[in-house]
């Protein structure tokens, strides 16, 4: 059972446009979520995180939207670079405090120049 | 450079080897967590350890596997009599207890049983 749902495998998206990655949950106890950057051959590197009482994080340009009726959440990156060509995962954790994170199956972010 | 360092990077074994990798995590990180990731999937939680703790282990996918983290600082996983099955990536991380949310990974190690 998928607990963490990523349906777009791939995205494109032109140079300095924006760039929206979403994510679908159905464990109503996740409360603390991260979106990670894999670039091949590395680990995960961390993005940005929100926790289940906020709905909005922004970070330079990265901000990540939660909608916990809807069991959604989303990452936006403007204006988008070449650099950020990348997979990306949502990963999700409850409230047992160790963190251990479901990760959904990533999505493939490429930005054309 | 101070973050999670894993050896080796890649490692090639017959089926039927037993094989160990190791995981040095950030100085201060008192939390250690190993992942699996296969083609076209996310990481999979394995197993995780608070200080020389595991805390819990129900996740490592057969009694073929087992992790230490002897002194709280290090630590390693094991996968006795490999499998092709288990050719993947094995990622550590690791967290510091008062702000844990946040994981910091390792480049992992790169699986191939023959």
């Known amino acids: 059972d998928q607990q963490v749902k990523q349906n777009s495998p791939s995205l494109s998206v032109q140079e300095g446009r924006i760039s929206i990655l979403n994510c679908d949950y159905t464990?109503?106890?996740?409360?603390?979520f991260l979106w990670y950057k894999k670039y091949p051959a590395e680990g995960p590197t961390f993005l940005i995180s929100?926790?289940?009482?906020?709905d909005k994080n922004e970070d330079g340009r990265f901000t990540v939207f939660l909608n916990k009726s809807a069991k959604h959440l989303s990452l936006h990156i403007v204006p988008s670079q070449p650099g950020d060509s990348a997979v990306y995962f949502c990963a999700a954790s409850g409230t047992s405090g160790t963190y251990k994170y479901i990760f959904g199956t990533g999505t493939r972010l490429k930005v054309l120049a | 450079d101070t973050g999670v360092s894993q050896n080796p990077r890649h490692k090639i074994t017959k089926r039927g080897q037993n094989v160990t990798f190791r995981c040095d995590p950030i100085s201060e990180h008192n939390r250690l967590y190993w992942y699996r990731q296969t083609l076209g999937q996310g990481p999979e939680f394995l197993t995780y350890?608070?200080?020389?703790?595991?805390?819990?282990k129900s996740r490592l996918l057969s009694d073929r596997f087992s992790a230490e983290r002897p002194k709280g600082s290090f630590s390693t996983l094991e996968i006795q009599r490999t499998e092709q099955g288990d050719s993947a990536m094995y990622l550590c991380?690791?967290?510091?207890?008062?702000?844990?949310?946040?994981?910091?990974f390792g480049s992992g190690t790169q699986l191939s049983v023959l």
């Open positions: 929100i926790s289940s009482i906020k």
């Open positions: 464990n109503s106890m996740f409360d603390y």
């Open positions: 991380a690791s967290s510091l207890l008062l702000s844990g949310e946040k994981l910091f």
């Open positions: 350890f608070q200080n020389e703790a595991q805390l819990e």
